[in-house]
């Protein structure tokens, strides 16, 4: 035990205080709350903006560089508030409307009939130019609110009518994909993320003892299981309080900011982060970040040399990246039975189970067993990683199969 400890504070005091550590940390420390600030900083800037328009007045639908001839009788008074008191922009008939273009008074001419269609006159079109399209829409509208005031009905009923939407409410016994997918598949990166750079980590540190011939003295005053457990709960325990703080970093940020969030945002947070999800999250993503850091060990014990690192940890990169693109999967049809196996598998389980704990309830016989695995094969590979670090001390050369070395790890060599 003492080895252990030993071993443990060494490799933790090692990690935490590197300089790119500390550089990593602060950095995300500060982007995230930097994020986390984002409503009040988009509040800062919308603070003096004027209101786009006051209650009760019209939106100007003028068409620029346009001429009318327009109807008389009631006709002519619906469209005077949209085309304007300039008398200069009406004409008498068509052809004066012709001879204003010829003359390049104006752009386009439109003639309105008392039935409100309309017939469009350009000198020269322009590819881009849709002005007949905008006086279309227009008196498209205008059409509507003519005939409801030839049902007795007022304009203000015309834009009740238009404005009225069927209300509905809906309600999730289980979990809303919809709203929990952003976030569950954010964290799931969160934590891809971690392994690999973990695992990364302490594969080199093994490698880099082997190559330097530190790992024969090491071995000789500590047991290999010393070493490999004291190691793989250095980086374990460093992951934690490095992207703990940054946790901590976006709660604190959050809750300074919560009250400017939109209602959507706070919807998704509190819809996602329910007790279910955050144990199933903590569990699997926890025991399967420590899996992993035992075959990163493992396989780091393996080579001679560090220039033969990433082709022997290949395999687990490999393996964990078939894991994310599971996951991904599983979001969409977490119910199939290939994300039911991946999130049961403990290789592949660390990142599709947290995925479909968030967006479907998933049966506890599931989890169970799932957990179960969990903790089997991490006590299975603690045990074969600690074999083959003993197997690694004593042999130097050329690479073997993977197979080989597990087979004479085994044996007891």
Known sequence: MRDFITVFNYELKTQLFKKAAIFTTIIMMIVVLAVTFLPRIIALFDSGNPEKSME?????????????VLPSGPEAALLTPILGEDES?????????????????IEVGFIIQPDLSYEALYLDRALEDKRD???????????????ITQKGLTPQDFVAIEEAQSQGTTTVLGRNSTNNYALSFALMVVIYMVVLLYGNGVSSIIAREKDSRTMEILI?????????????????????LQFGMVVVAGIVGYQLNKSLYPEMVTTTLSGTLTSSYVWSYLFFSFFGFILYLFLFAALGSTVSKMEDLASATGIVQFLFIIGYILATFAANMPASTLSVVASIIP?????VMPLRSAVMTVPWSELILSGALMLLFV????????KIYRWGSLNYGNKTRLSRIVKEALRGH
């Open 56 to 68: 009760g007045e019209m939106p100007s639908q003028a068409i620029k560089g346009a001429g009318y």
């Open 89 to 105: 922009l009406r004409y008498a008939d068509k052809a004066a409307l012709e001879q204003a273009l010829r003359d390049k008074a």
């Open 133 to 147: 399209s905008q006086l279309g829409n227009i008196l498209t509208q205008l059409k509507k609110q003519q005939l």
């Open 220 to 240: 000789t005053s500590t047991r290999p299981s010393s070493l490999i457990l004291g190691k793989v709960a250095a980086a374990g325990v460093s992951a934690l």
């Open 347 to 351: 290789f592949t389980s660390i990142m």
């Open 379 to 386: 006590a299975f590979f603690a045990f074969l990683s600690i």
